[in-house]
């Protein structure tokens, strides 16, 4: 395991991928040939550090927005590749990887039991930072981010979550297949999530390194859902929209504001959703505002957990 | 973009890259042994944009959605300037001065604000701060007493006054939060089925603490200055001014980033024509249809995000760059 040589091998995701970058525009020939002959003694020793992860027993359901509760039966997320940098910062700035992790698995975020899932390999010294993606990465040499085997396993999302709720005493079905990827109008080729320089993340890793584990709570981004939009019990309105909910029934109205006519979705066991009408569950698709708060909430939200040496 | 020719030595250095990897031979072979020294004169530099404003388009520095937008005032807190030798904190020299300009003002580009005399001769790592202002902060003529006694009391690194116009423009707030009075819809609505109103020039005004200590910075991979015996060398701290309008927070190269606006309007809450901190903060980042995927908020320096002030607070903590385009790590745990 042990080496006293340490050159540039990070692939990918960071030195590499940005100097390749660089090289293709033409600007810095000289630089890249410095990088690529970097390798220097330094003292570091190569490790692996076991990786594992962990959910988060919810307690009772998650309340949304304007006090809706949720049950949530499914939250998977995939993880993973995982980079951890020398620096405060991640991402462009993270000039070499310390240790990574290229793989990427679905983490089960309501089971609490740790789960190994790889290892980090690099050298050994200080980590400051991290940066990973959600199962689809960016890299410089493709056009559109690459859903890994763990998004392909989610029907290429990053999170799925299948919960329920209830409107006007009817069990509504809720599910979402997020993808969190970087886009041409982002940063192609950086991890989408970084770490804020105002968490705190500083470890001297060392051969014997016991291990880092990853624990998800899934339940401050459920709970930045407002599905009240699509829920809410509505009536006919003159100048109002051409279908409304009221609870189980799909009313369709007059431009007077009168009921034409209205059909309850519960007698073939379905639900009634605003704008779409009678539907066999409430789906988070894109065009939601609740897809957006789940996606805004996995890149910005509440962080995981970093913690070393978990106890067995 | 920053007027190169504004730093002209400064701007030979970045343009001619052999020159660059050339200094960094010379100075990492150093002169052991030497206590020649030299001086080192700081400038404070304000991105273009905050002079000039930006204009809609869908070129560079372009705001890409149909805003133009210009600031009247863009109060800094700026300083001290921090210089080490390797990173090691027992070379750490300090100029300890906290500068509040207004960036805005600064037509020149650029203002001589600290210096360093007698610095040994080689390499140093640029470091310096944008910390909350105290009243010990020194008050440039470029901002009035009213103001500076605003940012000492509130504890702000920044103050931003400005006005975004487009002749078609519309602010569309979220219907949950909106109090449009008796302004009267335009009968189009936003993706998110929000009511639009006509408004084809909005204020903001907001100031905000954001902390921050950059550095060590780089510019072109090359970090920090070089001090050169019986010679005056100069580096700039820079603010960037458009890291409000960003879809990201990007760390490095900022080519990949969009410049957009209307996220903005739409948080005229009550369709005053002026966005206050009070309507940013009362704004979760999901409530907005602007904020869709076209924004990547993952290397936010502040999270959780919960709402768009914090969100313009993190852009803020973003703006600090070296020698123009340079790159500066950034810390905000101190503060």
């Known amino acids: ?312 | 973009m920053i007027n190169q020719q504004k730093l002209l030595p400064l701007a030979l250095f970045h343009r001619n890259r052999s020159l660059a990897v050339a200094l960094v031979v010379a100075s990492g072979t150093g002169c052991s042994g030497s206590t020649a020294t030299g001086d080192l004169d700081v400038l404070l530099e304000s991105e273009d944009v905050i002079v000039e404003g930006l204009v809609a388009g869908s070129e560079g520095e372009n705001i890409q959605d149909g805003w133009d937008v210009s600031f009247s005032r863009y109060i800094a807190a700026v300083g001290p300037v921090h210089l080490t030798q390797g990173g090691d904190a027992s070379t750490e020299v300090e100029a300890e001065e906290t500068h509040v300009v207004d960036l805005s003002k600064l037509t020149a580009g650029t203002l001589s604000l600290w210096s360093f005399a007698d610095l040994e001769e080689g390499r140093w790592d640029f470091n310096y701060e944008t910390p909350v202002t105290t009243s010990s902060a020194n008050r440039d003529a470029s901002v009035s007493e009213e103001d500076f006694d605003a940012m000492v009391a509130a504890g702000w690194t920044y103050l931003i006054d400005g006005t975004m116009t487009r002749a078609d423009g519309v602010s569309c707030p979220p219907a949950a939060l909106a109090t449009p009075g008796d302004a009267t819809p335009t009968g189009e609505t936003n993706a998110g089925g929000d009511d639009c109103y006509t408004a084809p020039s909005i204020n903001f005004v907001f100031g905000a603490a954001a902390g921050t200590e950059f550095g060590p910075c780089e510019i072109d991979e090359v970090p920090g200055i070089v001090v050169v015996s019986g010679d005056t060398k100069t580096a700039a701290a820079t603010i960037h001014g458009d890291h409000l309008f960003f879809n990201g927070f990007p760390e490095g190269n900022e080519g990949g980033i969009s410049r957009l606006a209307q996220w903005l309007a739409d948080c005229d809450l009550n369709l005053d024509g002026t966005v206050t901190a009070d309507e940013l903060t009362a704004i979760a980042p999901e409530q907005l249809s602007e904020i869709d995927e076209r924004f990547q908020l993952g290397g936010s320096p502040i999270s959780p995000l919960t709402n768009m002030y914090e969100y313009l607070r993190a852009q803020m903590k973003t703006q600090g760059h070296f020698q123009g385009e340079g790159e500066c790590a950034l810390d905000v745990e101190a503060h």
């Open chain 1, 1 to 312: 395991m042990s080496s006293r040589r340490r050159c540039v091998y990070t692939l990918g995701t960071t030195r590499l991928a940005r100097d390749l970058r660089r090289v293709a525009k033409g600007s810095s020939l000289v630089w890249f040939g410095l990088m690529l002959a970097g390798c220097l003694d330094t003292g570091q020793a190569r490790v692996q550090v076991p990786l594992s992860v962990a959910g988060t027993e919810l307690v009772g359901d998650v309340v949304t927005k304007g006090d809706v509760p949720l049950t949530v039966e499914r939250a998977d997320l995939a993880f993973g590749p995982l980079v951890l940098c020398p620096g405060n910062t991640a991402g462009e700035l993270c000039e070499t990887a310390r240790l990574e992790w290229l793989d990427a698995v679905v983490v089960d975020t309501l089971d609490v039991t740790p789960r190994q899932v790889g290892l980090l390999e690099g050298v050994t010294g200080q980590v400051r930072s991290w940066m990973y993606d959600l199962g689809i990465t960016s890299q410089l040499t493709e056009e559109s981010p690459v859903p890994l085997p763990a998004a392909e396993d989610l029907g290429d999302a990053s999170f799925v979550l299948e919960a329920r709720t209830s409107v006007a005493g009817q069990e509504v079905p809720v599910r979402a297949f997020v993808a969190v990827q970087q886009t041409e109008d982002t940063e192609l080729g950086v991890p989408v999530i970084r770490k804020s320089a105002s968490e705190l993340f500083d470890r001297d890793v060392q051969e014997g390194e016991a291990g880092l584990r990853v624990t998800f709570d899934p339940s401050p981004w459920i709970a930045r859902l407002d599905l009240r939009p699509l829920l809410d019990p509505g009536s006919c309105a003159p100048g109002g929209p051409p279908t409304v909910c009221d609870g189980p029934l799909n009313q369709e109205c007059a431009e007077d504001g009168t009921v034409v006519v209205a059909v309850d979705c519960s007698v073939e066991g379905q639900v009634c959703v605003q704008g779409r009408g009678c539907v066999d569950a409430l789906i988070l698709d894109s065009s939601t505002s609740g897809y957006d708060a789940l996606r805004l909430a996995l890149l910005a939200g509440e962080r995981p957990v970093f913690s070393w040496s978990p106890a067995p």
